[in-house]
């Protein structure tokens, strides 16, 4: 026999006070938006950037659905940009967005060919197009059909139309590749690239690798600023602590975080009040799933897992991005291909308490008993149940 009562709010205010909150803040249908026409994202503030391939246009996401749009393919078009000047064809929008600390926004260029990870376009909040080509670093061996970008990190350090370092992991490299832009235009002598494969990478492809800037770029920077970094294979974080310096293996080698080849290897990372957070598609029990887990990067401890729903398909190419907001809080958007667009507010703990309280229907059940002590196994009395944000009195 179960009876459901009405929780005291004076009550769920003790058991919330200084909690961290993951709350789902709108959802949108993206039937028509498969992984042929986007898979990496990006945000601006409380919107999402949403590439759109097929129509050419980098589409901006709010709570009421779709926004606005820039025109990326007719600016190509319209500009003549081309890879070469005996080239019939103009180049394409690829399927990676970033953002740097200036609010610009940098995307990739014809994907899927081999020049996807070299070739950008730059614009500024005011809406101005800037192209961007970029050679890969003479240190760096480029196999032969190696280049293809199909997440460019949605996090870029500094202002590409002044100081800037974009990060891409272009596939058969096993490499970050860090290029150093300087007023629009690349910077050969500081670009350059680090390793990121290692003897347990057995994946020949990682074109779903991702490699984004985990803090500010320095002022005088001559070289990129802390970066992150994931590929197929790999089942832990690498990162770079000082620019060219080898990555190293920080984050999840206690593999707390669980991923590897089974799992698509886009994330988002960001760092709030000092302290670094990575949101990482995760499988389910073992096999593949578009399930992912908010992990405080320093204990690597999982503060929130949001589950597949039973009987979904499985979408390798799941997107994920982050902006931090002034208040502290930090928006955090999840796109899975033809199904979501989702966006959520992580509020971080202010008394350091580590349990995210999910808010949404899906989030896992707790049981207390009324001291406010956790119950494993709840029976024969009247015990608090917590589902998300939701708490009510059960009589089990």
């Given at each position: ?11 769920i ?24 026409e ?17 129509t ?67 614009i500024?909040p ?10 890969y ?17 949605d ?42 494969g ?9 074109t ?24 197929r294979?790999?089942?832990?974080f ?44 995760q499988p ?15 204990t ?46 992580f ?21 207390y ?6 119950i ?21």
């Open positions: 026999m179960k009876k459901t009562l009405l929780f005291g709010a004076a009550a205010m003790a058991l919330a006070a200084n909690a961290q909150t993951v709350e789902q803040v709108w959802n949108h249908s993206m039937a028509d938006h498969t992984a042929a986007t898979r990496a994202i990006g945000s601006i503030g409380d919107k999402a950037l949403v590439p759109n391939h097929t050419q246009e980098l589409e901006v996401w709010g709570p009421t659905g779709l926004e606005s749009s820039y025109k990326i393919g007719e600016w190509l078009t319209t500009n003549e940009i081309k890879l070469n000047a005996d080239d019939e064809a103009c180049l394409v929008m690829g399927r990676g967005v970033s953002v740097d600390e200036a609010g610009n926004i940098i995307t990739n260029l014809n994907f899927p060919s081999a020049n996807s990870g070299r070739l950008f376009l730059a500024k005011s809406g101005e197009m800037t192209y961007i080509p970029c050679d670093p003479s240190t760096l061996n480029v196999p032969d059909g190696a280049g293809r970008c199909d997440f460019l990190g996090k870029t350090a500094g202002d590409v139309f002044g100081n800037a370092f974009i990060i891409t992991t272009p596939n058969k490299m096993q490499d970050a590749v860090v290029y150093n832009i300087f007023e629009g235009t690349q910077d050969t002598d500081y670009s350059y690239n680090v390793k990121i290692a003897p347990d990478n057995t994946e020949e492809w990682n779903e690798s991702t490699a984004i800037s985990l803090e500010p770029l320095a002022e005088d920077a001559s070289q990129a600023s802390k970066f992150i970094a994931r590929s294979g790999i089942a832990c690498r990162v770079s602590a000082d620019g060219k310096e080898s990555l190293q293996k920080l984050y999840g080698e206690n593999d707390t975080i669980m991923w590897g080849a089974a799992t698509c290897t886009n994330f988002t990372a960001f760092t709030v009040n000092g302290k670094s957070y990575a949101v990482v598609n389910t029990g073992g096999v593949r799933s578009h399930a992912w887990e908010l992990f405080d990067l320093e690597s401890k999982s503060l929130y897992r949001w589950e597949m729903p039973v009987g979904e398909a499985v979408n390798y190419n799941v997107g994920f991005s982050s902006s931090v907001n002034e208040d502290g809080t930090v928006n955090i958007f999840q796109f899975n291909p033809g199904i979501r667009l989702t966006k959520y507010v509020t971080p703990a202010a008394g350091g308490v580590e349990d995210a309280i999910a808010t949404e229907a899906n989030a896992p059940v707790k049981y008993n009324l001291q406010g002590v956790e494993a196994n709840p029976e024969n009395g009247l015990f608090i149940k917590k589902q998300g944000a939701k708490a009510t009195k059960v009589v089990l």
